[in-house]
């Protein structure tokens, strides 16, 4: 087995906006999106030259509302050679939503995403991780719509989204229109839970010394780490919005240090986009395969 050290983890960005964030959703503020300040193409520019300072590709997944909007930061993310991938088009949580409204907003999506990069669009996340128990249908609707793997199903237990139970680790699902590799971001096992620790509030929360001890536990049986975080999380001078005290607490509890452990983070791990991390667990399962069967013969 690899060494954490030599293992190649998984480093993504869901691109949207300040002001569209599940924990500020309100149908008003849904109204007033174009009158807010955009600051997306500033935060995300920023991502872009530190990795390309490292020499890190990652995968972003992108809502198309925004793509629409800046074109030109879709082409950007293509031509330094990162994985474009799909957020949804109105960031609109797939719980509010029935099959059929989820199926037009991932088409459209899509075919946003495919026009502008002009590449093929294979991955998805839901926003705010919303494939749960009661919409594991969504799963069934990404394969009949050519997806070839979803990052949405996260293993813990929360007040909005999460599946308890789920598988921690890159897998297939089967659904009764094929199979698509589950991409669960990264968990850590403590006594009878799962503790999230994939990036987001979370990579603000915990100190980041107590972050990479429990990342370097969950990496160490071999398993790549699936990391995310957004672009307005670099942005410690964005306007503030209104709501309540856990939305605030949330959203903007140590932003100015997000960039800081960034940095920290990809010196300390080797990371690469989600479809490079999904081909390895994929050849590692192959090869894997192949040993059972020779042994299943030579017995």
Not at 12 to 35: I, K, L, T
Not at 74 to 94: D, L, N, P
Request: hydrophobic share 35%; net charge negative.
């Amino acid at each position: 087995m690899k060494s954490v050290r030599e293992q190649v983890h998984a480093l993504s960005f869901d691109v949207e906006e300040h002001f569209q964030v599940s924990a500020f959703w309100s149908d008003e503020r849904r109204s007033s999106w174009e009158s807010y300040e955009s600051r997306v193409e500033r935060n995300t520019d920023k991502i872009l030259t530190l990795l390309s300072l490292h020499g890190i590709h990652a995968t972003f997944f992108v809502l198309g509302w925004v793509a629409l909007r800046h074109p030109n930061l879709v082409k950007a993310i293509v031509s330094q050679g990162h994985e474009i991938a799909s957020h949804g088009f109105g960031h609109e949580m797939i719980t509010s939503q029935q099959p059929e409204q989820f199926r037009e907003d991932v088409r459209k999506s899509k075919e946003i995403l495919e026009d502008i990069s002009g590449t093929a669009i294979h991955g998805y996340r839901a926003p705010s991780f919303t494939i749960t128990p009661q919409t594991r249908w969504a799963l069934e609707v990404l394969v009949e719509e050519g997806f070839r793997y979803d990052s949405s199903i996260f293993p813990v237990q929360h007040d909005r989204y999460g599946m308890p139970g789920a598988n921690p680790y890159c897998h297939r699902i089967e659904t009764a229109s094929g199979s698509l590799w589950e991409v669960p971001p990264s968990t850590l096992k403590m006594g009878p839970i799962r503790v999230p620790i994939a990036g987001g509030g979370y990579f603000r929360l915990y100190p980041y010394p107590v972050l990479r001890r429990m990342l370097s536990c969950a990496a160490a049986d071999g398993h790549p780490l699936i990391m995310y975080f957004h672009p307005w999380e670099f942005d410690p001078d964005q306007p503030r919005m209104s709501g309540s005290m856990l939305s605030q607490f949330r959203h903007y509890l140590n932003l100015e240090k997000t960039e800081a452990r960034l940095r920290q983070l990809i010196s300390d791990f080797r990371f690469a986009a989600i479809r490079e991390a999904v081909e390895a667990v994929e050849i590692m399962g192959n090869r894997a395969g192949r040993c059972l069967a020779m042994e299943s013969s030579n017995g």
